[in-house]
């Protein structure tokens, strides 16, 4: 090597290991092994007793509610607005709030009720509405959160706040998140399962896009595998036609020492990531086949769930699959279900939505607690926002809509050590304001993360000179509803 070969690739060295020592990479060499590799894939940055705390649940099913369900709806009763209907909204009520472009240009805000009764249910006397009778049957396993608010009052920012914690895109998932600092339960299937299913209610309403369940800024081996009801429910994972499986063993091992020998010349720790996703795929290819095939589940299951957990792709056989992929060891469930943004027609249609989803989500509960596994597993179901109790557009006897409100909803959680049969928070007699106990999105997070045992101000990631969280720089554990 003659001197300015030399010299060339010193400095680019010492210049890559000034620049890892100001960005917080961590140090490491690249592997000669790709098991080695893997295992650094499996293992989290919190494992093996590093965890902050003892935690209550090892793995979370997040049912995403996309759109923003109607909490008037579903499970905040609000008589008053039944009395009051037509009548506008009291601008003391409003409080200036800001309005989407969707209804700031009405004249009027009339108010408007349910039209679907209420009723009390359980132990707990929680009130649902009767959209949710299969709910209803297992509320003394919730806890209601009435008092959610969030800062964005669109759909793609309040989506991409609940997931990421920002409402600018290009922060990590909490999937990703948890992948990070937890690792895998199971080297044969990702850490960060998605599936996706779309609602009876809006069809075509607000898309999705696979940056809510992205890596961000971390490793790529941390983004969220979508699963998908297809032939290949898993895109690229199938042998060529011709290989057999000893073909694409010696195909994988040749890429991989190939690939090693670009990381020794280069450092990339990309490079080592890329080999353990070719191990993981053709680990992939022997266990997704056999998860996704249900035929093997009980007649008492499929009614359980319902009848539309035999056809895939809907949101009940994604909630099974849920459960196949939370006994098998799969960190973090993330299911979308699309249809709940009811800008108009919204009697009509959520009823609908709520009958595609109300069976199984009990079922789910149900489901786990039955077989041992809801006291360690933490579900989640809600949306990004709720919507306003005034009408959007024309208000008839028989029909009306919503707009979003960021100012009020409500979710649930069940399971993963959360107190059962409580409803937490209260809103005001109209249902616009939050009068008691407030949970902001970055509360949710930091509760979620308590409960598998991570302090969300310690769980940190150093890029670009600044240390980020998931909780950005906010948040409290929500410990009211800690069991």
Not at 30 to 48: F, H
Not at 69 to 86: A, C, I
Not at 317 to 339: K, P, S, T
């Amino acid at each position: 090597m003659n001197r300015r070969a030399f010299l060339a690739k010193s400095a680019l060295g010492l210049g890559t290991a000034a620049l890892g020592g100001l960005l917080g990479c961590t140090p490491s060499g690249p592997t000669d092994d790709p098991a080695a590799a893997m295992a650094q894939r499996l293992s989290g940055v919190l494992s093996e007793g590093k965890l902050h705390f003892a935690p209550k649940a090892r793995r979370v099913i997040y049912l995403f509610q996309s759109g923003g369900p109607s909490q008037l709806e579903l499970f905040d009763h609000k008589p008053l607005l039944n009395q009051l209907r037509g009548q506008d909204l009291p601008e003391a009520i409003r409080r200036g709030q800001r309005l989407t472009g969707m209804t700031s240009g009405q004249d009027a805000f009339p108010l408007v009720g349910s039209l679907y009764p209420f009723r009390r249910h359980g132990e707990s006397g929680a009130e649902l509405s009767d959209l949710l009778p299969h709910t209803a049957r297992v509320v003394d396993d919730l806890c209601i959160i009435r008092s959610m608010h969030t800062e964005a009052i669109n759909h793609d920012p309040a989506i991409t706040f609940f997931q990421t914690g920002s409402q600018q895109s290009g922060r990590p998932s909490i999937g990703s998140w948890l992948s990070y600092g937890l690792g895998s339960m199971n080297e044969n299937l990702p850490t960060f399962t998605v599936l996706l299913s779309r609602g009876t209610g809006r069809k075509f309403g607000q898309p999705l896009y696979s940056r809510l369940w992205g890596n961000g800024f971390l490793h790529s081996l941390h983004q969220g595998v979508q699963f998908r009801a297809a032939k290949d429910p898993v895109l690229f994972l199938r042998d060529p036609e011709g290989m057999d499986r000893a073909g694409r063993r010696r195909m994988i091992d040749l890429v991989a020492e190939l690939n090693h020998r670009h990381e020794q010349e280069f450092g990339d720790p990309e490079i080592s990531g890329r080999i353990a996703q070719y191990e993981m795929a053709y680990r992939m290819q022997t266990s997704v086949p056999e998860i996704m095939d249900t035929s093997g589940e009980p007649d008492y299951v499929y009614k359980m769930y319902g009848p539309e957990s035999m056809q895939a792709g809907t949101f009940a056989a994604n909630a099974l699959l849920a459960r196949r992929l939370a006994e098998r060891g799969v960190r973090f469930i993330q299911l979308y279900h699309m249809g709940w943004d009811q800008h108009d027609n919204l009697p009509s249609a959520i009823k609908n939505q709520a009958r595609d989803v109300d069976q199984a989500s009990a079922a789910l509960v149900m489901d786990l607690k039955q077989r041992g596994m809801l006291e360690d597993t933490l579900v989640i179901w809600g949306g990004e926002f709720g919507r306003t109790n005034y009408s959007q557009g024309v208000l008839t006897n028989t029909n009306y809509g919503r707009d979003h409100h960021p100012r009020c909803f409500t979710i649930w959680m069940a399971g993963g050590g959360i107190k059962p049969g409580i409803t937490y928070g209260k809103t005001d007699e109209y249902g616009y304001n939050i009068l008691e106990n407030p949970v902001h999105v970055h509360d949710f997070q930091a509760t979620l993360l308590h409960q598998l045992g991570i302090d969300h101000e310690k769980f940190t990631y150093k890029y670009q000179g600044r240390r980020f969280r998931l909780t950005d720089v906010s948040g409290e554990v929500i410990h009211d509803i800690l069991s």
